[in-house]
C-alpha cells in the first residue's frame, strides 16, 4: 500500500521561528490534509490540500503532487503550536475515504 | 462547523468486559470511521462505515465490532476487552468519495 514518511520526527524551535514540516508519499493521492494534535489529543484539520497552495494566517501549505511531496510552513511560530502534526493521503483506488497516516512531526515552541 | 463528539474522553475497563465507544456526528456525512492511535505505531484504521448498516474493515479489525443504526452514530464493540486494546481512539467522518475528514475529540481507554 501507500507509504507517508513525515519529516523531522521532532522539531524544537525558539518562539517568533519559521519552521518548515515535510511529507513523502509513495503514490498518486488525491486527498491529502494536514492535522494539528494539541496535547489533549483532539486532532484539529488544519488544510485540505491534494494540490496547490493554500494559506490560513501564520500557516500555509503546498502539495506538488507530481513529485507526491506536502510542505506545511509554520510562520512567527507561538508556544500554542506546539503538538504533533500529521499528514494523511488517500490513495487513488482506495475504498470510500480511507486515510493514510503519516507518524507525525513532534512540535515543541520554546518561549 | 461540523462537531463529532465521543461519548466518554477517559474509559477503564477490566479485561473480559464489554466495551462500546459511541460517536455522534451532526452534518449528516455518509462515512465514518474509527481508528486507534499507539505512540509509535502513529494512527490505524479500524474499521469504516460508509452507509447505514454497511462496514468495511480497516487495517487492525480484530478483537473489534462495529454498528451503524443510524447515520450520524457509530459505534465501536470491544466484545471481550484486552490489555492491549488500551490505546487512543479516535472517531472521524466524511462526505462521500472521500473528502476532508472531521475528528472527534479521542476516547483514552485502560484495559487493565
Known amino acids: 500500500g501507500i507509504q507517508v514518511e513525515q519529516s523531522p520526527p521532532d522539531l524544537i524551535l525558539q518562539e517568533g521561528a519559521n519552521s518548515t514540516l515535510r511529507c513523502n508519499f509513495s503514490d498518486s493521492v488525491n486527498n491529502l490534509q494536514w492535522f494539528h494534535q494539541n496535547p489533549w489529543g483532539q486532532l484539529i484539520n488544519l488544510f485540505y490540500?491534494?494540490?496547490g497552495t493554500k494559506q490560513n494566517g501564520r500557516l500555509s501549505a503546498t502539495t506538488v503532487a507530481t513529485e507526491r511531496y506536502s510542505l506545511l510552513y509554520i510562520s512567527s511560530s507561538q508556544t500554542t503550536d506546539s503538538g504533533v502534526y500529521f499528514c494523511?493521503?488517500?490513495?487513488?483506488?482506495?475504498?470510500?475515504?480511507?486515510?493514510?497516516f503519516g507518524k507525525g512531526t513532534k512540535l515543541s515552541v520554546k518561549p | 462547523d461540523v462537531k463529532v463528539t465521543q461519548s466518554s474522553r477517559y474509559l477503564v475497563k477490566r479485561t473480559g468486559e464489554k466495551v462500546f465507544l459511541e460517536c455522534v456526528q451532526d452534518m449528516d456525512h455518509e462515512n465514518m470511521f474509527w481508528y486507534r492511535q499507539d505512540p509509535g505505531l502513529g494512527l490505524r484504521l479500524i474499521y469504516f462505515s460508509y452507509d447505514v448498516k454497511m462496514k468495511e474493515k480497516g487495517d487492525i479489525p480484530e478483537g473489534y465490532s462495529v454498528s451503524r443504526e443510524k447515520k450520524e452514530r457509530f459505534s465501536l464493540i470491544l466484545e471481550s476487552a484486552s490489555t492491549n486494546q488500551t490505546s487512543m481512539y479516535l472517531c472521524a467522518s466524511s462526505l462521500v468519495g472521500g473528502g476532508t475528514q472531521y475528528f472527534g475529540p479521542g476516547t483514552r481507554l485502560l484495559v487493565l
Open positions: 494523511a493521503v488517500l490513495n487513488y483506488g482506495g475504498s470510500q475515504g480511507n486515510l493514510i
Open positions: 490540500i491534494p494540490s
